[in-house]
């Protein structure tokens, strides 16, 4: 089931974004576990992204939004450059080219440091804002929010399909 999370910030709804964004590297270590590089690679159906497809993208989105949380706790206000993280970023760094291991030990490695800051935020600090290009102002907060929920949904639709990996295998 899909999580919902207020947009309102109050220490119930930070908590359970911190809980979510906790869950993710555990959820990615264990869909990746006992998958081969060969798995790793295969789309899940035709024109459609494979597993390291996927946690490439994570990753891509992961470090553009901790890049602007991080902007917005030194210097609230300020404003940012709206990088698309697949678009650009991901055409720049190319996560999908490492292996499922490398993919899912950075995971777990950004994911840890990104919690680290997090979790020693007041409710003011998760106020603080980071000006996008011709957008509306976002905190850390809604940021924080965002990536949860962008993480938790490919993680219900990977999980609900990780037994074709298997079926793929099967076929060939």
Same mark, same amino acid.
């Given at each position: 089931?899909?999580?919902?999370?207020? =947009?309102?910030? *109050?220490?119930?709804?930070?908590?359970?974004?911190? /809980?979510?964004?906790?869950?993710?590297?555990?959820?990615?270590?264990?869909?990746?576990?006992?998958?081969?590089?060969?798995?790793?690679? $295969?789309? #899940?159906?035709? !024109?459609?992204?494979?597993?390291?497809?996927?946690?490439?993208?994570?990753?891509?989105?992961?470090?553009?939004? *901790?890049?602007?949380?991080?902007?917005?706790?030194?210097?609230? /206000?300020?404003?940012?450059?709206?990088?698309?993280?697949?678009?650009?970023?991901?055409?720049?760094? +190319? #996560? /999908? +080219?490492?292996?499922?291991?490398?993919?899912?030990?950075?995971?777990? &490695?950004? $994911?840890?440091?990104?919690? @680290?800051?997090?979790?020693?935020? =007041?409710?003011?600090?998760? @106020?603080?804002? &980071?000006?996008?290009? /011709?957008?509306?102002? +976002?905190?850390?907060?809604?940021?924080? $929010?965002?990536?949860?929920?962008?993480?938790?949904?490919?993680?219900?639709?990977?999980?609900? !399909?990780?037994?074709? &990996?298997?079926?793929?295998?099967? +076929?060939?």
């Amino acid at each position: 089931m899909k999580p919902k999370i207020s =947009t309102k910030v *109050t220490g119930t709804n930070i908590e359970s974004v911190l /809980n979510l964004l906790k869950a993710s590297p555990d959820a990615i270590t264990e869909l990746c576990g006992g998958i081969t590089e060969v798995e790793g690679k $295969r789309p #899940f159906s035709p !024109n459609e992204w494979s597993l390291i497809d996927h946690v490439a993208h994570l990753l891509h989105c992961e470090q553009i939004s *901790t890049q602007a949380i991080y902007q917005a706790l030194l210097q609230s /206000n300020s404003a940012i450059v709206d990088i698309h993280p697949e678009r650009q970023f991901g055409k720049l760094v +190319q #996560f /999908n +080219q490492l292996s499922l291991l490398e993919l899912t030990q950075l995971f777990v &490695i950004k $994911r840890k440091l990104l919690i @680290q800051v997090l979790n020693n935020l =007041t409710i003011e600090k998760w @106020q603080h804002q &980071i000006i996008k290009s /011709n957008k509306k102002p +976002q905190s850390v907060y809604l940021l924080s $929010r965002s990536l949860a929920l962008h993480e938790a949904d490919h993680i219900l639709f990977l999980q609900g !399909n990780s037994s074709k &990996i298997g079926e793929i295998n099967e +076929q060939n």
